[in-house]
T-cell receptor, first 111, second 113 residues
Framework: DAGITQSPRHKVTETGTPVTLRCHQTENHRYMYWYRQDPGHGLRLIHYSYGVKDTDKGEVSDGYSVSRSKTEDFLLTLESATSSQTSVYFC??????????FGPGTRLTVT | QKEVEQDPGPLSVPEGAIVSLNCTYSNSAFQYFMWYRQYSRKGPELLMYTYSSGNKEDGRFTAQVDKSSKYISLFIRDSQPSDSATYLCAMTALSGSARQLTFGSGTQLTVLP
């Protein structure tokens, strides 16, 4: 998975609790992305980063925040998890080229 | 209407068949077109990408882009059971350094031995 790890790989949490997902890369790529994948919707971009402390919103950013304090780590936080955020979350990385490489994913269930 | 439409399948073919997977799109600004393969409970894996119109071949895989029709295809020759996966098309425009990919919803393919 292109030197990308995600943690945790599985998580079950209750509605209203905060959740943080971590993406770690060993490729020193500039760009990092968080996507969610839901049946019938494909992959949708939540947030992305174009450098340390440089982030921007994607298509479905409501209810999510991100932080990138080091090149290798990109954190996704659900401030107060809702059942609609039950999904599979993927991190991706890229250089200045167009190709994006994906991590193994985190399955999040909000009960 | 979604920007990228992809027939979800499922598509089931016998081993050795030629498989055709397709996507249509509405945004004429898209310039780069990609195909990802995703095995069950795994992350998407980039198969190949093309820039603008034309064909690109890589082994048993051929990607075609017809920008005039806003239509892209992935052909798999001599399909194998190991090709059984979900195939996602993705595309992006030139603007911006951080490439925001727009994905199709994926086509589930099963190749029967």
């Amino acid at each position: 998975d292109a030197g990308i790890t995600q943690s945790p790989r599985h998580k079950v949490t209750e509605t209203g609790t905060p959740v943080t997902l971590r993406c770690h890369q060993t490729e020193n790529h500039r760009y990092m992305y968080w996507y969610r994948q839901d049946p019938g919707h494909g992959l949708r971009l939540i947030h992305y980063s174009y450098g340390v402390k440089d982030t921007d919103k994607g298509e479905v950013s409501d209810g999510y925040s991100v932080s990138r304090s080091k090149t290798e780590d990109f954190l996704l936080t659900l401030e107060s998890a809702t059942s609609s955020q039950t999904s599979v979350y993927f991190c991706a990385i890229s250089t200045d080229r167009v190709e994006q490489y994906f991590g193994p994913g985190t399955r999040l269930t909000v009960t | 209407q979604k920007e990228v439409e992809q027939d979800p399948g499922p598509l089931s073919v016998p081993e050795g068949a030629i498989v055709s997977l397709n996507c249509t799109y509405s945004n004429s600004a898209f310039q780069y077109f990609m195909w990802y393969r995703q095995y069950s409970r795994k992350g998407p894996e980039l198969l190949m990408y093309t820039y603008s119109s034309g064909n690109k071949e890589d082994g048993r895989f051929t990607a075609q882009v017809d920008k005039s029709s806003k239509y892209i295809s992935l052909f798999i020759r001599d399909s194998q059971p190991s090709d059984s996966a979900t195939y996602l098309c993705a595309m992006t425009a030139l603007s911006g350094s951080a490439r925001q990919l727009t994905f199709g919803s994926g086509t589930q393919l099963t190749v029967l031995p």
